[in-house]
């Protein structure tokens, strides 16, 4: 993508660019890959688990393709690029985000046309869908924390988690720049309509305030599920759905989403992939409303196409990061700003770290 992620409130849920899927036919099935194989590469986890549900096991058993899983690491454009450049596929279709789209944009030629059909569009998120990458969920960094940890007196923003004298526990925050920038300047009291383009000074001057009272700097979201599963953490900026999971598993997690940012996961190819044609198929395949509901019954994410709320149960709705309530207080992550800066923010945040 390269074009900022301006999503307001209203637009985000009403309004998109985006494609509908077909459902299969049998016309679809005729020409069906039978005996083929898809590599499709995902964030593992939850992720793996909410997308077998939805797309991998029907898509299987609909079209007589295998779809094997792999799991997308941390930072994919290098590996990315590297795939394409010498041509060593190790993944069909893989997860990105609009930043990785908008960095492996300005490098070159790296992902292919996903030739998305347009049905519906004012039915998905905008800036979900464009040539070359299909979204499929929303989701949000937020603030968890263990409510048995700070009892009736939880953080209610980046603010409340600056103030280590007020609000006291064991801290986590993630070890990227990425939005580690954002919530430092909003703790710092930038307005969240004022974050972009990032006052990158200021930003480390607030980090400067709360580094000594970071006890983990993260760098999974397995990870980060796993320290406030375990209470290792009293509170951490994380993944909506990695603290959904652990909430899910039993543990006394809770979620503030006020002053939280959101982004979205989505479908590539890429550039000369020799099952272009079937990553295709499976990417319109993943489009349908009803097939992204079902996901969300182990993912908290919010589905790109919003029709699949009328498949979704109010109570499971309501724990999903792009329902009126949640959404009102986070902002869009910059995806153009990150794609032309990541790099070099990335190792000033490193140097920082070692400092």
């Not at 299969?24 to 069906?32: I, V």
């Not at 603290?243 to 006394?252: L, N, R």
């Not at 499971?316 to 009126?324: G, K, N, S, V, Y």
Request: aromatic share 10%; glycine share 8%; with cysteine.
């Amino acid at each position: 993508m390269n074009n900022k992620l301006s999503i307001t409130r209203r637009n985000l849920l009403k309004t998109g660019a985006g494609a509908a899927a077909m459902l299969a036919t049998p016309a679809l099935m005729t020409k069906g890959f039978a005996a083929d194989t898809l590599t499709v590469s995902d964030y593992g986890g939850v992720f793996e688990q909410g997308f077998r549900l939805a797309f991998y096991d029907s898509f299987e058993k609909e079209f007589g393709v295998k779809i094997n899983v792999t799991t997308v690491s941390p930072d994919p454009v290098p590996q990315y690029k590297m795939s394409v450049d010498t041509k060593s596929y190790l993944a069909d279709v893989v997860m990105l985000t609009p930043e990785h789209v908008d960095r492996l944009t300005k490098m070159g030629n790296y992902l292919e046309d996903l030739n998305l059909k347009v049905d519906d569009p004012e039915n998905y998120v905008k800036g979900s869908l464009t040539p070359k990458f299909g979204g499929i969920e929303v989701y949000a960094l937020a603030l968890g924390y263990r409510k048995d940890a700070v009892g009736d007196n939880a953080p209610k923003n980046w603010l409340d988690f600056w103030d280590a004298d007020k609000f006291k526990g064991r801290r986590g925050l993630w070890r990227s720049p990425v939005l580690t920038l954002e919530i430092a300047l909003l703790a710092d009291g930038v307005a969240p309509d004022k974050i972009y383009p990032l006052d990158v000074d200021r930003a480390f001057k607030s980090l400067d305030k709360i580094r000594d009272h970071v006890d983990i700097w993260w760098t999974s979201g397995a990870q980060a599920t796993q320290l406030i599963q375990s209470g290792e953490l009293d509170m951490m900026s994380i993944w909506s759905t990695r603290a959904q999971a652990a909430a899910d598993g039993g543990a006394p997690v809770g979620i503030s989403w006020d002053q939280g940012f959101y982004n979205i996961d989505g479908w590539t190819i890429p550039t000369g992939s020799p099952k272009v044609e079937l990553g295709r198929k499976f990417i319109q395949y993943c489009m349908n409303a009803e097939r992204q509901a079902k996901f969300t019954d182990v993912l908290s994410a919010g589905p790109v196409n919003t029709k699949a709320y009328d498949f979704i149960k109010k109570e499971r709705a309501e724990l999903l990061p792009t329902t009126p309530a949640h959404v009102k207080g986070m902002q869009p992550l910059n995806a153009s700003f990150w794609g032309e800066h990541q790099d070099a923010l990335t190792e000033r945040f490193e140097k920082w770290m070692l400092g």
